[in-house]
């Protein structure tokens, strides 16, 4: 089959493997459609290291082609996602409820991103085949009246950006600002207002993705180069600050920022990677005495989280569609991701398909 390869930092490569042998709790999934996180152009550049040889891609939908002997529940040709976190249902974090994490650690801990296997510790889906473990505790029918981008961002950024909003708490009435209005900044968007937010402020500097935050549900728009974001959230809600602020971009300039503009008793829901140390300034932090919480998000997956993303989005109430703005084959994988990792021509997601 073919796949995209991490060769070294630099190249990912389209190349030939062999499609993956079917273990009991397996199953072959045909990939139908996938795309490129922002998590894949780390691995390109070397920022996150991944063992060479490694297929990446971590966001498949798909068709069943063959099940593993003691998978049930499932068939041979039914249209399919996985989540980018594949638990297994039977870790300490999955029977703690904790469906983002996976494996039961040992006495030197755990690791924080041990649910994501797909293009970190395990072949990914930017391939004509991927294999997904756990079938049973992954899978979710894709309903047959949604086209593949319309459930494409279900497996990362829709799950990403929903439990942003959901791990800030959000209650009705409340006034909320997304720092960076990316694909998982909008999803973040999305959620906040699903979540019954009044109020959503959306802060990114693109006018595009400006345009895209108020499609997905911000109120307000605040381009960070024509003014101070902090400044103008505290002008626009009278001095009073925010509720909850999700922090999209991972960097320690819109950390600051969302601690900046957080009424007392307010929550910072991080949704950030972070490529170094954080440090939390005192006066935004009241030096520890301004009952904060700062929550922190891995996506959550699982197949009922899944089922869940897929009913919201069957309803209508979110339209994701729009955020796919190119589409590739995989045959050209690699100039799909040299246009996503430059973010040139207005690129918010890819859509990969084997053709």
């Not at 473990?133 to 929903?162: K, Q, R, W």
């Not at 024509?226 to 009278?238: F, S």
């Not at 919201?312 to 955020?323: E, T, Y």
């Not at 796919?324 to 890819?350: M, S």
């Amino acid at each position: 089959m073919k796949a995209a390869v991490f060769v070294e930092p630099g190249r990912i490569v389209l190349d030939d493997k062999p499609v993956p042998d079917v273990g009991p709790l397996d199953a072959l999934l045909r990939v139908t459609t996938t795309t490129i996180c922002g998590t894949d152009v780390h691995i390109l550049k070397g920022e996150y290291p991944v063992r060479r040889g490694l297929t990446v891609g971590h966001e498949p939908v798909g068709v069943i082609e063959k099940l593993g002997s003691a998978v049930t529940g499932y068939r041979e040709g039914q249209r399919v996602i996985a989540g980018a976190i594949t638990p297994s249902g039977h870790s300490n974090a999955s029977l703690s409820g904790c469906h983002a994490q996976d494996g039961c650690g040992t006495r030197h801990g755990w690791k924080p991103i041990g649910g994501w296997k797909f293009g970190n510790s395990i072949d990914g889906c930017q391939a004509e085949y991927v294999l997904v473990p756990d079938a049973m505790a992954n899978l979710a029918p894709v309903p047959d009246v949604l086209s593949d981008e319309e459930v494409l961002m279900c497996p990362d950024i829709l799950s990403t950006g929903f439990a942003g909003a959901e791990k800030g708490n959000i209650r009705i009435g409340d006034t909320v600002a997304v720092f960076a209005q990316g694909p998982i900044g909008l999803c973040a968007t999305a959620g906040a207002r699903l979540k019954g937010a009044a109020t959503i402020i959306g802060v990114d500097t693109l006018p595009e993705r400006l345009a895209m935050a108020r499609r997905m549900g911000a109120d307000h728009a605040v381009d960070f180069r024509r003014t101070d974001p902090v400044e103008e959230i505290l002008r626009l809600t009278d001095g009073r600050g925010v509720d909850v602020a999700i922090e999209a971009l991972g960097t320690q300039a819109t950390f600051e920022a969302c601690l900046k503009v957080l009424r007392p008793g307010g929550t910072l829901s991080s949704l950030g990677v972070y490529s170094g140390d954080l440090r939390i300034p005192l006066g935004p932090f009241a030096a520890g005495l301004g009952d904060h919480t700062i929550a922190t998000t891995l996506c959550p997956g699982g197949k009922e989280r899944m089922r869940r993303l897929l009913a919201v989005v069957a309803s209508g109430r979110v339209d994701l569609k729009p955020l796919v703005t190119h589409r590739f084959t995989l045959d050209a994988i690699e100039q799909a991701y040299e246009l996503f990792a430059h973010q040139r021509d207005g690129v918010l997601k890819v859509a990969i398909t084997p053709g």
